[in-house]
């Protein structure tokens, strides 16, 4: 059984907020010296991400001097990510940064819109040198910190939300102000979190080619050399830091933005064997609190209904020119899922879909991690890419969450899908005065909703009668709420996967800000 409440009004800050295919990528790069397009500019404005200007010589003036950081930016063409921003990380550096990895990957893949929030500058890829004078590396522990705090706006497992005040709406915290995103990709974690490095042979598994469907742009970055630098990976050490900052993403969704999931790439470990990945993330009788044993209540716990872990790392196109000639997994996550989103639907399970020009996964995931018999198999946790006679597909689609009836990614779509929908709904009635009529609205718009969901075969049951029920009345809140100008709707289905029902109850407060 599932719980989840929020108040209302339901405001919308963008457009289409029911969409549930947009992802939004949070990443440095460098700004392109160009113009900000004038449609762009004004999309800008519209939803209050710059300020108007009337004047049109101030405003040509502030296009070409705009720096695009911490506003998302709408991309529905790999090539306008391009006109944008720089590929390269640095002017002398011919490694392209994870950003402009990821989200050529996520068009690849099928999808067909997404933000880009620029949260600062990249950087030219170095090595990581074990025998580098310690000052040497202090200095870059301290420059990785720093543009991890610009990432995520914290330097710890929490960030303070800031939905007041739209000045600090910067790094993650852009998404107070962007209802259009349904999940959000942090490219650059793996690397920032990172304290060692692999060298990985050219071993990894290749498949024969095959048409497969793809978007219509998905053209590979300029050519550039191939890398010679080694992988990012973690120790233990380096593991810590990324469960934290999994874990400060997660809890501020959790609490913030109930309608969407993090899609988070699982670093390399030091050694590049599975089993190194599983007892980094999965060994809670050896680390406690280290693990996806524990939940957001624990301050290093990831396992949640709102974490996608993708894994292993993936040879693509754009890859060769990354450190360690791979990338992390999760752009081409975001991509397959909005892919299968846009024709499927939410409720569709990712497992068995298509993975698009990818040549090989490092490390090569087998054996007991791909055993669904096992509870302690990474694949019941781990959403895993991989190698199948029918060539390379999604082998699993699971959230990290503790209860097994909660796992299914699929069962987290259909709830934020609906969560999405039904504030939308809210806004017309927002500041109505609560009362038999308005809760008879509010009954009549989310049968219909519901209807929808059960017509696209989102719902399980014979009849919609078997499958959801709706209720706003006296029993859905008391006295006290109704005194208070709150109203509460109660949603329960049960969704097209073998799970118990799941129960969505929705608050509205009259004049209230958007809460969950």
Not at 34 to 51: C, I, K, M
Not at 298 to 304: D, K, P, Q, R, Y
Not at 371 to 390: C, E, H, K, Q, W
Not at 488 to 509: C, D, E, Q, W
Request: glycine share 6%; proline share 7%; charged share 20%.
């Amino acid at each position: 059984m599932f719980g989840i409440e929020f108040e209302a009004p339901f405001q919308v800050t963008t457009a289409a907020p029911t969409r549930a295919d947009v992802v939004c990528f949070v990443g440095f790069s460098r700004r392109r010296a160009t113009e900000v397009p004038v449609d762009l500019f004004s999309w800008l404005v519209e939803w209050g991400w710059r300020a108007a200007i009337s004047d049109r010589d101030a405003r040509d003036a502030a296009r070409k001097t705009d720096s695009l950081e911490n506003v998302p930016v709408p991309i529905e063409r790999f090539a306008t990510f391009e006109a944008l921003f720089e590929l390269a990380r640095a002017a002398d550096d011919p490694h392209i940064t994870w950003l402009a990895a990821a989200v050529r990957s996520f068009f690849a893949q099928g999808g067909a819109r997404c933000f880009v929030v620029r949260a600062g500058c990249s950087w030219k890829a170095q090595v990581k040198r074990s025998d580098a004078p310690a000052e040497a590396m202090a200095d870059e522990k301290r420059r990785n910190v720093t543009r991890l705090v610009s990432l995520l706006q914290t330097n710890s497992h929490f960030i303070p939300p800031a939905r007041a005040d739209r000045s600090q709406w910067k790094g993650v915290r852009v998404l107070h102000g962007l209802d259009e995103a349904a999940f959000v990709c942090l490219p650059d974690l793996p690397e920032l979190v990172a304290d060692a490095t692999i060298t990985v042979p050219d071993t990894h598994v290749t498949a024969e080619e095959v048409f497969v469907e793809c978007s219509d742009d998905h053209s590979p970055p300029t050519q550039r050399a191939s890398s010679a630098l080694p992988m990012p990976a973690c120790t233990g050490a380096g593991y810590r830091a990324w469960l934290a900052a999994v874990h400060a993403v997660a809890q501020f969704i959790a609490t913030e933005r109930r309608d969407m999931q993090f899609i988070a790439a699982v670093p390399q470990p030091e050694s590049t064997l599975p089993d190194a990945v599983a007892k980094q993330l999965d060994a809670a009788h050896t680390r406690p609190g280290f693990a996806l044993n524990g939940g957001l209540d624990s301050v290093e716990g990831i396992a949640s209904e709102f974490i996608q872990l993708a894994w292993p790392w993936v040879v693509t196109p754009a890859s060769e020119s990354l450190p360690g000639r791979a990338e992390p997994a999760d752009g081409v996550l975001a991509g397959i899922a909005a892919r299968t989103i846009i024709t499927h639907g939410t409720h569709r399970s990712l497992g068995r879909q298509p993975v698009n020009e990818v040549s090989g996964f490092i490390p090569i995931v087998a054996g007991d991690d791909l055993n669904l018999g096992s509870a302690d198999s990474l694949i019941n946790r781990v959403t895993i890419l991989g190698p199948t006679p029918g060539g390379f597909r999604v082998l699993s689609d699971q959230t990290t969450a503790i209860p097994r009836d909660a796992r299914p990614a699929s069962i987290r779509r259909i709830t934020a899908s609906i969560l999405r929908a039904a504030r939308s709904l809210g806004e017309s009635v927002a500041f109505e005065p609560s009362g038999p009529e308005l809760w008879r609205d509010i009954r009549r718009q989310l049968d219909a909703l519901m209807r929808d969901f059960f017509q696209a075969g989102a719902l399980r049951g014979a009849t919609p009668d078997a499958a959801f029920e709706v209720r706003c009345d006296e029993s859905t809140m008391t006295q006290n709420d109704r005194d208070s100008g709150r109203l509460f709707a109660l949603v329960k289905f049960a969704p097209a996967v073998p799970v118990n029902l799941i129960i969505v109850r929705l608050a509205l407060r009259e004049g209230g800000p958007v809460a969950t």
